[in-house]
């Protein structure tokens, strides 16, 4: 079976959402982009995996917040010399 999967409306199948590192959440199921998903609680940590019911249409989904943490150093602006 062809695949065409970058045909132009060929929505035959479900439709499928950029649901990977987003910033915010994407429902699975509808595409509803949660717009407060930094209130969303994940438990203590930064990172963390909940079941997700979507405000849009209900449905329910895994989803996991992934964290990605930069660092940058710096001199000081006052430092000794
Ligand atoms: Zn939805």
Partial sequence: MPS??????????M???DTQYTR????LYCGH?????WEVDFGDGLEGE???DCS?????F???RVVDISYVSNKAKESDV
């Fill in 4 to 13: 065409e999967r970058r045909g132009s409306g060929a929505l035959k199948l």
């Fill in 15 to 17: 439709p499928k959402f």
């Fill in 33 to 37: 982009a949660e717009h407060d998903s």
């Fill in 24 to 27: 915010e959440i994407i429902c």
């Fill in 62 to 64: 895994r989803v996991s």
């Fill in 56 to 60: 849009e249409c209900g449905k329910r």
């Fill in 50 to 52: 909940i079941d997700f």
